[in-house]
């Protein structure tokens, strides 16, 4: 009997290792599993955390991509000479216009389908002789209304066979389209309006920003 019992306890012993074996085998498995599922919700809790800032990143940089405003130096720029820069994937034209461009401009009127800028193309303040905040500074989209080529920019002091009207502007090759150094459209081309000026404010006397108007810049041109 004793051996049995012997028996029987080790049995037990052996029963009980087992089991503390395969308790320690299920622990194993169990620890196993409770680290990996730590880790995945660890890892869950980090992407967690991880997408919101993400998330918060992902609209302002689409934003700034998209539609933040620019800054343009203007500082040197000589009578006659143009800037362009990109904004909403858009080119924007910079024109330092000359004293005699400017007086040219209100002599044009005959020639043209908008000459005071009826049509909404401009804000409120660019809706002037010079649709411009300063009549020597010209900020215009520059793409044709017509069906959205960019045109060329002709200097004043450029001879090109338009006629002894042209006094330099904007001609668009895609179809013809003429536009004068105000960005307003000629009659009889295709483009049926003016060049659209964009919202923009002079945020110092050498700086202008493109896209936004809001703020102390400065708006709004003597006509
Ligand atoms: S796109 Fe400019 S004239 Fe047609």
Known sequence: MVPLIVSSMQDIGANNMQDEGQKSGIDKKRR?????????????????TAVPFVSTLSPSAKTKAIGGPVE????????????????RGKPVWILRRSEASVEDLSGMTDLLR???????????????????????????????THLGCSPNYLASNEAHDFGADWKGGFFCPCHGS?????????????????????????????????GDDSGSGELGASS
């Open 178 to 210: 003429k536009f004068d150094l105000a960005g307003r459209v000629y009659k009889g081309v295709p483009a049926p309006a003016n060049l659209v000026v964009p919202k923009y404010q002079f945020i110092s006397k050498t700086k202008i920003l493109i």
């Open 114 to 144: 908008d000459p005071d800028s009826e049509v909404d193309q401009q804000p409120e303040y660019a809706k002037n002789g010079y649709r411009s905040v300063k009549p020597e500074y010209l900020v215009l989209v520059g793409l044709c």
């Open 32 to 48: 196993h599993f409770l680290t990996a599922a730590a880790t995945v919700v660890g890892g869950a809790g980090i992407l967690a």
């Open 72 to 87: 343009v130096d203007i500082d040197g720029m000589k009578p006659g000479e143009m800037k362009i820069v990109k904004w």
